[in-house]
């Protein structure tokens, strides 16, 4: 198959990968271009090295020179990580043309089909996980797990401390959490109902 057939696919799985995934869910357009760049730049550089007495051992590295670079020069979660990389990938299947185009462009389907399912809103669309500055000090996660309960009004699945600070008061703490079916009461009204009843109790 001619190789302008390899390099439609690629521009048609990262066009699909790029603003009919990645942006309608993350919102963030400085990532478009590098998405973008990276793909199309490995797509060339793996076919110049297959047309070329290049190592294959020397061009990965210059991959992972250029991916450690850029993944060290903004902030990226994991799942923009995981964008980043399957651009790699479908950049890489792109520029094999010695591939069977059969199995290069089931590959780029099987990846986008990955991403569509993995980072869909859908699943496990109640639970959280974040990163909170409570005004106590807690000492033990049974506690932290109890207050951070009310504050969220959530079944608390773990919790981490990461720093206590008893002279000021207060605790770092990663806490996964997994949202009611329904949470509209604010946290300031619950810490106050929770007070309410527990003075009734006495």
Do not use: C
């Not at 198959?1 to 009919?20: C, H, K």
């Not at 479908?90 to 069977?100: E, I, Q, T, V």
């Not at 008061?169 to 009461?185: G, I, K, N």
């Amino acid at each position: 198959m001619p190789y302008y057939a390899f390099i439609a696919a690629d521009l048609i799985a990262v066009a699909l990968l790029v603003f009919g995934l990645y942006f309608p869910r993350h919102r963030r357009r400085d990532l478009i271009v590098a998405f973008l760049s990276i793909n199309v730049g490995v797509m060339g550089v793996t076919y110049a090295m297959t047309n070329a007495d290049i190592s294959l051992g020397f061009g990965m590295g210059i991959f992972a020179v250029l991916s450690i670079i850029r993944l060290r020069s903004t902030e990226m979660d994991h799942a923009e990580i995981a964008y980043y990389f399957t651009a790699i990938a479908l950049g890489l299947l792109g520029g094999f043309p010695a591939l069977s185009p059969s199995l290069s462009f089931t590959l780029m389907a099987v990846l986008l089909g990955v991403i569509l399912v993995g980072d869909n809103p859908r699943l496990f669309a109640r639970s959280r996980q974040q990163q909170m500055v409570l005004d106590q000090a807690f000492t033990t996660e049974e506690d932290a797990r109890n207050h951070l309960a009310l504050l969220l009004g959530a079944r608390i699945d773990r919790v981490n401390i990461r720093k206590v600070d008893l002279l000021n008061e207060s605790t770092v703490v990663d806490v996964r959490y997994t949202l009611d079916a329904a949470v509209d009461t604010p946290f300031d009204d619950r810490i106050v109902a929770r007070g309410a009843n527990a003075e009734v109790t006495r």
